[in-house]
């Protein structure tokens, strides 16, 4: 299983980025696919992720400024996040479960200026 990750920056507060990841390779029917990020000094931290079901789990920082959304026939997914706050900076990567397992793509930079 491979996950290209797409997208990030640096963006000013109050502005918007896209995050896209690519999922190839090996795909259980049921899944959870999403984002976590890690800022320096901290711990990995859920942003948000979603079954192939359609149940989705966002972290507390982030509800009701990021969105995540999917599409199971191309196992992709997107994350938008609006209203970014300099607290957002951190490296962001995609993550995809099943049966266990947890593949992470490679880190995404995203960039939050005050």
């Known amino acids: 299983v491979q996950l290209q990750a797409s997208g990030g920056g640096l963006v000013q507060a109050g502005g918007s980025l896209r995050l896209s990841c690519a999922a190839s390779?090996?795909?259980?029917?049921?899944?959870?696919m999403g984002w976590y990020r890690q800022a320096p000094g901290k711990q990995r931290e859920l942003v948000a992720v979603?079954?192939?079901?359609?149940?989705?789990t966002y972290g507390d920082s982030v509800k009701g400024r990021f969105t995540i959304s999917r599409d199971n026939a191309k196992n992709t997914a997107t994350l938008q996040m609006n209203n970014l706050k300099p607290e957002d900076t951190a490296v962001y990567y995609c993550?995809?479960?099943?049966?266990?397992?947890?593949?992470w793509g490679q880190g995404t930079q995203v960039t939050v200026s005050s």
């Open positions: 993550s995809l479960g099943m049966r266990g397992n947890t593949y």
């Open positions: 390779g090996s795909i259980f029917t049921f899944n959870v």
């Open positions: 979603r079954t192939s079901v359609g149940i989705t």
